[in-house]
């Protein structure tokens, strides 16, 4: 009978030593269980902010596509008008000087004409008097009275 109750005893110390392991196995597992549980939300999280943060760069990216676009379309539509320009730039310089020119020899020919006398402007010769009638006796093909 000793032997049985020694072999109880052993057997109760065992199975209470197996409880702790159990229970010290638990708490490590539902310790790993809730680690692992925080990590998936806090990765699921990480996954829709990225995502939205890509969403938000594409619709970004578009945007400038479209800005880029037109700039490309600005740029056709005034090159035509920028090589005319470059092109013709000499000849207008050239057409602007000599305009310039002849304005300033005009100013400088009103400017001598101011100083001649009023008598060399003044046509000499043979008087001439006004008809105040000649305009109405004048007939115009279209018009008959």
Request: glycine share 6%; aromatic share 4%.
């Amino acid at each position: 009978i000793e032997d049985l109750n020694d072999e109880i005893k052993n057997g109760m110390m065992t199975e209470e030593a197996t409880q702790v392991s159990y229970e010290h196995m638990m708490a490590a597992a539902q310790k790993l269980h809730d680690e692992l549980v925080a990590k998936k939300i806090s990765l699921e999280q990480a996954i829709a902010k990225r995502t939205e943060e890509r969403a938000l760069e594409q619709e970004d990216k578009e945007e400038n596509e479209k800005s880029l676009q037109d700039e490309i379309d600005y740029k056709k539509g005034i090159t035509p008008d920028c090589d005319w320009i470059i092109g013709a730039f000499e000849g207008r310089a050239k057409a602007r000087t000599s305009e310039m020119n002849g304005l300033v020899g005009a100013k400088d020919y009103l400017a001598n004409a101011e100083k001649a006398s009023t008598e060399s402007l003044l046509q000499s010769g043979k008087s001439s008097t006004f008809d105040d009638d000649a305009l109405s006796k004048v007939r115009f093909m279209g018009l008959r009275r």
